[in-house]
């Protein structure tokens, strides 16, 4: 391990001056790159929604969209035709999902944060 003066030398070698730049302290802003790392980083515990869940029901490339809840075990499927029918096409795949599970839920609690269904958008 090099010793601080080593480290200071090789600093100032690159280009850099060591201690130039002052830390950060709990009164100072973080910085932009932190908070954008933080809002596009993923949570450890979430699980990746599907590709096509993103999609606008235009560009969905299949003809039968199916969607599953994760708490109940129900399957819900549409013909994409209706779903266009019925909600537009430029709804997203994960909007008309949400709908169709919350319209027909069998788990009320009554409790906001826990009420509804979990979907899970899986390939036909």
């Not at 869940?53 to 969209?65: C, F, K, Y």
């Not at 997203?92 to 919350?102: A, I, P, S």
Request: aromatic share 6%; charged share 25%.
């Amino acid at each position: 391990m090099p010793t601080p003066k080593q480290m200071e030398k090789l600093a100032s070698s690159m280009g850099h001056r060591a201690g130039q730049v002052r830390p950060l302290g709990p009164q100072d802003e973080m910085p932009e790159e932190y908070w954008r790392s933080i809002l596009d980083d993923c949570p450890a515990d979430a699980e990746p929604v599907g590709r096509s869940a993103g999609l606008r029901l235009s560009e969905l490339p299949q003809h039968v969209l199916r969607v599953s809840c994760r708490r109940c075990g129900r399957i819900v499927e549409i013909q994409k035709a209706d779903a266009v029918r019925l909600y537009g096409q430029h709804a997203t795949w994960k909007e008309v999902g949400q709908r169709l599970l919350n319209n027909t839920c069998q788990s009320r609690t009554g409790r906001y944060e826990e009420d509804g269904c979990w979907p899970a958008f899986e390939p036909v």
